[in-house]
């Protein structure tokens, strides 16, 4: 690469490390895009390189957020149950299931949910009446809701080794809008989730050969220190601003994920 080049990685690893850890997403939803219409990456293997930074990311958000408390730890490890199969599973079906279709689809589940997040009161019906969550301590309180986050966290694993995407597009959703945790929680216990989460999907991408590890230091070296930023300003951002700027952030992948349905 030439030093131009190095120098537009490092800036997508910082951006998507401020996003990331400012939103409690690893940042994939601008690292996938930019090294796929930027630097002509193939898809399956943008998402590889996207999972094995987002390990930087949120290791490096995890630190900042520790210091702070807003991690939930054991939530998460419950999560962890059902987000790290899923994900296993869905980067190997990167290897047989026609992209363009699945992004398009996926696509629009994401607007469906922008538009939750977008135009929802400050707490959700769930949230107000039978919250399945300590709201005190953001951690699940019932099996039924243990068993609920398990399943949803399934889900969002299957999108993240598919999409790499990390995860958080769906964990950060799942926890304030079903689970009804507090948002600046469920951002921070979103990115410890993705320690595991990238780490293993990871694995199972450069098993088969979808990662460019040319970029993975230039983007990884971005992300650290943009994570650093995101925690930083997070906890100076209101929560409905949280809310609002996730939504508009979903809206913008969804879009972007429906457009391959056009080239079907």
């Known amino acids: 690469m030439i030093l131009e080049t190095y120098f537009l990685v490092l800036l997508v690893g910082l951006l998507a490390g401020i996003a990331g850890a400012l939103l409690g997403v690893g940042g994939g939803f601008l690292m996938v895009p930019a090294l796929i219409l930027i630097f002509g990456a193939e898809p399956e293997r943008a998402v590889g390189t996207s999972l094995a930074v987002i390990i930087f990311t949120s290791v490096s958000s995890t630190i900042a957020y520790s210091r702070q408390r807003n991690i939930r730890y054991k939530t998460g490890l419950l999560l962890e149950a059902g987000v790290i199969p899923g994900?296993?599973?869905?980067?190997?079906?990167?290897?047989?299931?026609r992209g363009?279709?699945?992004?398009?689809?996926?696509?629009?589940?994401?607007?469906?949910?922008?538009?939750?997040m977008l135009f929802s009161g400050k707490d959700s019906k769930r949230a107000k009446?039978?919250?399945p969550v300590n709201r005190t301590s953001g951690s699940l309180s019932t099996q039924r809701s243990m068993a609920l986050g398990i399943g949803l966290g399934l889900i969002a694993g299957l999108t993240s080794g598919l999409f790499g995407i990390g995860g958080g597009l769906l964990v950060v959703p799942i926890m304030?809008?079903?689970?009804?945790?507090?948002?600046?929680?469920a951002a921070a216990t979103s990115l410890f989730m993705m320690v595991a989460t990238s780490s293993v999907n990871t694995v199972v991408h450069?098993?088969?050969?979808?990662?460019l590890f040319e970029f993975v230091p230039f983007l990884a070296a971005g992300v650290v220190g943009g994570a650093q930023i995101g925690a930083w300003g997070a906890k100076r951002v209101t929560a409905g601003t949280l809310r609002r700027s996730f939504g508009i952030?979903?809206?913008?992948?969804g879009l972007?994920?429906?457009?391959?349905?056009l080239s079907l």
Do not use: E, W
């Open 100 to 116: 363009n279709l699945l992004g398009g689809l996926f696509g629009l589940f994401v607007i469906a949910v922008s538009a939750i």
């Open 249 to 253: 952030l979903m809206l913008f992948v």
């Open 87 to 97: 994900g296993i599973l869905g980067s190997y079906l990167t290897l047989s299931i």
């Open 206 to 211: 450069a098993s088969i050969g979808n990662i």
């Open 256 to 261: 972007r994920l429906s457009l391959s349905l």
């Open 176 to 185: 304030t809008l079903i689970l009804a945790i507090p948002i600046h929680i």
């Open 129 to 131: 009446g039978g919250s």
